[in-house]
Each structure stands twice: as structure tokens, then as C-alpha cells.
């Protein structure tokens, strides 16, 4: 791959914050979700290109300071977006131009989330998700209590699994999630990246754990090419990580965990950040043509093309 950083034409109004998830829809167009920079005058946290980097439109101020996990999703001839508001702790079901479906707050019917002995709710703050073939919607709490609270499609609470631990079927920063079908939508399993775990968890599609899978450090979320079945994980701690299929990894990219600095470097301007080498990857998607988007978790937010030569 060549990677090709600062990806995309931002209108002078819009500056990044951390950039948090990017897709790519039916049209070929990059969505990329950020918090909004301090000196940004637009608050616009939605920012859209088209597949040659031309800045398209921009919407969803709502969402300033607390953008987070993006998921497309084609449902019939239509395709949605779902986001997740870390700051405001909501789930929020969107059409492409950011017009609400449905929004989801707190998991009040959840037992896990019952008011603890002090009245006081418990912690949440809902960080990525997945959509199952059948709809229905797999929220990772991630910054809250690490439970993956389930919905059918309608947004109906269904029920709650993987409770905080280090232990099989236990999380610990449930920071991303994804419905993997790769075996057939029959054998759908979901994929949890156990961040403070520092490893991927499967799980069955009613919570039940199936394995571990190593050699991630900072897992933040998933992304599977849909030919090759490649799976790209945007690796917090300076690298991209690919699997293969069989969820044999082949290779990190961009790598530069050795360095160790980029706790410090992230809060840096640009010129801090080492050509080819990443600091803080937390999205990822494959483009239809098998180039690799990766958005970063920076002050000054960025967004690199890795094109597939």
C-alpha cells in the first residue's frame, strides 16, 4: 500500500478534531466522523468526499464533542448510518443526509444498568456497533460499563451480555463491534474488540462466547473487504492490523508500536507525525476498489488513503 495522509479536501470552515470512523457508501463517497476542532468555525462533525478527495457536504453539529462510532448499513434499496454520540451517550439511526430515524439513550431496561444501591445510574457511554442480518442492533458501551447492550431493528431492547472481566465472554473496553458473515448469514457471528483486554473476542449472535483471537494490542473496530474477506483492524497503538479470512493475521501496517510515543505525539501539529508510519489509528473501512481508509485519533484529526498498489 501507499499511504497517502491528510486524504480529502476540508473546506477552510471545517478543521478536524479526532477522527473517529470512516465509511464508504454505494455512490463510492467517504463519510468521515470527527469531534470538531476548538478553532473550527463550522461544527459540522459528518464531513463527505467523493472518491477523489472533493469535500461534498458536511452536516451534524449535534454530534460536536462526542462523534464517535459510524456504521453504514444497506437495508433494501436504502442505505443508513448509524452513530454513536460518546458525549451525549446516544445511539442514533440516520439517513445519509443525517435526517433521524430513531435515537436510543440510556439502557434503563437493561438489568446490568438497574440504579445501583446509592439510586445512581450505572456508567454509559456507548462507543461502536453492528446490525445483524436479521436488524437487529448490537451496542457496545465501550466508555460506560462494557456491556453490548441488543435491539431488534425498531430499537425494542432485547437483552445485554458480556459482562466486565478479563475471563471468556468478559470485556474490558468494548471499544468495537461487527457482525461478521463471512461464513454465510446462517453462521453470523460477532466480533468484539476487547480493547482492555488487548485482544478480539467471538461471540455467538445471542452472547455466548467461541474463541479469542491474538495479536491486536489496541483493537479499536473492524471492517471486512467483501471479495477477499480481509479484515482490517485500526490498531490504537500505531499500526493497522490485517487478518485474513481464516483470522490468520497477515501483516500490521504502517507500524510504529516499537516508538511508543504516540501518547504524546497525538497532541502534536502535523509536522510531529512521521511520513508512513501511523499514530493513532480508531477507523477503518475498505473502498470497493481494496485501498484502505483509516481515520485517527489526533488533535488535529487525519485521514490517510492507504491505495493498493
Known amino acids: 500500500y501507499e499511504a497517502i495522509h491528510d486524504w480529502g479536501e ?34 459540522d462533525t459528518m464531513v463527505i ?42 445511539v442514533v439511526k440516520t439517513d445519509l443526509d443525517g435526517r433521524e430515524v430513531w435515537t436510543i439513550g440510556y439502557p ?54 458480556g459482562s466486565p472481566g478479563k475471563g471468556a465472554g468478559e470485556l474490558n473496553n468494548s471499544h468495537g463491534i461487527w457482525c461478521d458473515t463471512r461464513a454465510g448469514e446462517g453462521k453470523a457471528t460477532i466480533l468484539v474488540a476487547d480493547r482492555g483486554n488487548n485482544r478480539l473476542q467471538r461471540f455467538t449472535l445471542d452472547g455466548k462466547h467461541i474463541e479469542f483471537i491474538d495479536g491486536t494490542k489496541l483493537p479499536c473496530h ?18 493497522v492490523t490485517l487478518y485474513d479470512k481464516n483470522s490468520k493475521l497477515i501483516g500490521h501496517l504502517g507500524d510504529d508500536s516499537e ?33 484502505i481508509f483509516v481515520a485517527e485519533w489526533v488533535e488535529v484529526g487525519r485521514v490517510t488513503k492507504l491505495r493498493k498498489v
Open 222 to 239: 473492524f471492517h471486512i473487504h467483501q471479495k477477499s474477506g480481509d479484515m482490517v483492524i485500526p490498531d490504537l497503538g500505531a499500526r
Open 259 to 291: 516508538a511508543a510515543t504516540w501518547r504524546q505525539t497525538r497532541t502534536k501539529a502535523r509536522d510531529a507525525f512521521t511520513p508512513g508510519k501511523f499514530v493513532c489509528p480508531h477507523g477503518a473501512c475498505f473502498d470497493r476498489k481494496g485501498n
Open 49 to 90: 468526499f467523493d472518491s477523489k478527495g472533493k469535500f461534498v457536504k458536511s452536516w451534524g453539529k449535534d454530534f460536536k464533542g462526542g462523534a464517535h462510532g459510524l456504521h453504514l448499513q444497506k437495508e433494501g434499496k436504502q442505505e443508513f448510518l448509524y452513530l454513536c454520540d460518546t458525549k451525549r451517550a446516544l
Open 108 to 161: 434503563k431496561e437493561a438489568k446490568p444498568y438497574e440504579p445501583g444501591p446509592d439510586g445512581k445510574n450505572k456508567k454509559y457511554s456507548p462507543t461502536n456497533l453492528a446490525v445483524a442480518p436479521n436488524g437487529d442492533v448490537y451496542v457496545a458501551d465501550g466508555y460506560g460499563s462494557w456491556w453490548v447492550n441488543v435491539y431488534d431493528k425498531n430499537a425494542k431492547y432485547k437483552f445485554s451480555f
Open 10 to 43: 476540508l473546506p477552510p470552515s471545517i478543521k478536524y478534531g479526532n477522527c473517529h470512523g470512516v465509511v464508504e457508501d454505494a455512490q463510492g463517497r467517504i463519510f468521515v466522523h470527527h469531534t470538531v476542532n476548538a478553532a473550527s468555525e463550522s461544527h
